[in-house]
């Protein structure tokens, strides 16, 4: 196993169990939920990019939508996560989500 292979292994075992800890032992249920997205995204990523590094010519395309669609969300949503943080209110105005999530 080369050195990047066993690298995202650990980022992806590592967020996975963070993302769990926190979305089933936390008291601030808002939060801890917008941050678990966040991290489940970069699991989303990390394991997207091991099936890239071993995809054949078939699958590379595939993989790559869903290594560029993670990789965006992940700054979208984190973006979002610090707007909620620290006030721990869902009040950012509809203009605001419309910017950060681009749709």
């Known amino acids: 196993m080369d050195p990047i292979t066993l690298a995202l ?39 997207s990019m091991l099936f890239y590094r071993q995809a054949g010519v078939d699958n590379v395309l595939v993989w ?11 700054g979208s949503s984190f973006l979002y996560f610090s707007l909620v943080f620290p006030k721990n209110e869902h009040t950012v105005s509809t203009k605001t989500k419309l910017l950060i999530f681009e749709i």
């Open 9 to 47: 292994t650990v980022v992806v075992l590592v967020n996975s169990a963070l993302g769990l800890i926190l979305l089933f032992n936390s008291t601030e249920r808002g939060v801890s939920r917008l941050y678990a997205f966040n991290i489940a995204l970069i699991v989303t990523w990390a394991w």
């Open 64 to 74: 790559t939508k869903v290594l560029y669609i993670s990789a965006s969300l992940i």
